[in-house]
């Protein structure tokens, strides 16, 4: 696992088209856990959007907790309404995913949305979301189908990597999604990591403060995972 700016980001991709109810995303960007204050500019989510437009990736991938307070029902006006105030549509590559938490943080949707605006394209999900890529099958979780607490998988997530069990829910998502082959890149825990024999990922978070300036108590780090000609690799982000 490598150290770079977030500038720094370099990907190449082949062409791969749609199949089946999998949306299809050459190369990709993936970031999980921005947790976005809701009506006012997200410059985590600018930097990582400008960065995935500048490099020409296909997709941006988002895998839950985008938002930190806007846990509420929300139709697709109201979501597109606040997604603009947090980010400039114009501003993201031609498709932009987003795989929102279902306990607690995001939106409340009853179904898929998916959006084209000048030119670019939002796909909108909850819980399980598969996208086709140039290094096959990658699914798309959050994370808290099985511990919705994040505070609680945390503690789990650490306490199994002290004893020497790395990634420990990742792996329970995968058997219960029954998820055989593919990757499987999750969120929630704010503990990252990657497992190439298991093929499973954990994307961190970027999350610094709680309120009025005090340390968040599940410190962690941003991280960015790259898919692409080259394969996937997980990058820790130097950001601000």
Avoid at 4 to 19: L, Q
Avoid at 51 to 63: D, N, P
Avoid at 107 to 132: E, H
């Amino acid at each position: 696992m490598s150290r770079i700016p977030i500038e720094a980001v370099n990907m190449e991709g082949g062409n791969h088209r749609k199949t089946g109810d999998l949306i299809s995303c050459r190369s990709a960007l993936m970031t999980s856990d921005m947790h976005c204050k809701k009506g006012s500019k997200c410059p985590q989510l600018e930097a990582i959007a400008r960065t995935a437009s500048k490099l020409g990736t296909e997709c941006l991938v988002v895998a839950g907790d985008l938002f930190d307070d806007f846990h509420e029902a929300a139709d697709a006006e109201l979501f597109f309404k606040e997604f603009g105030k947090i980010c400039s549509i114009e501003s993201l590559p031609a498709k932009t995913i987003i795989v929102l938490s279902g306990s607690s943080h995001d939106p409340i949707l009853d179904k898929l949305i998916v959006k084209t605006t000048s030119g670019k394209t939002l796909f909108v999900a909850r819980q399980i979301t598969p996208l086709y890529t140039s290094k096959g099958k990658v699914v798309v979780i959050h994370g808290d189908i099985i511990i919705r607490s994040g505070a609680l998988a945390f503690i789990i997530n650490y306490l199994a990597k002290i004893l020497g069990q790395n990634l420990f829910l990742e792996r329970k998502f995968r058997e219960k999604i029954r998820l055989e082959s593919g990757w499987l890149v999750a969120g929630h825990t704010h503990i990252y990591g990657v497992d190439d024999k298991e093929k499973i990922v954990n994307l961190g978070s970027w999350k610094k403060h709680w309120f009025k300036n005090l340390p968040y108590w599940r410190r962690s780090k941003p991280v960015v995972l790259v898919i692409g000609e080259k394969g996937l690799k997980l990058h820790v982000v130097d950001y601000l």
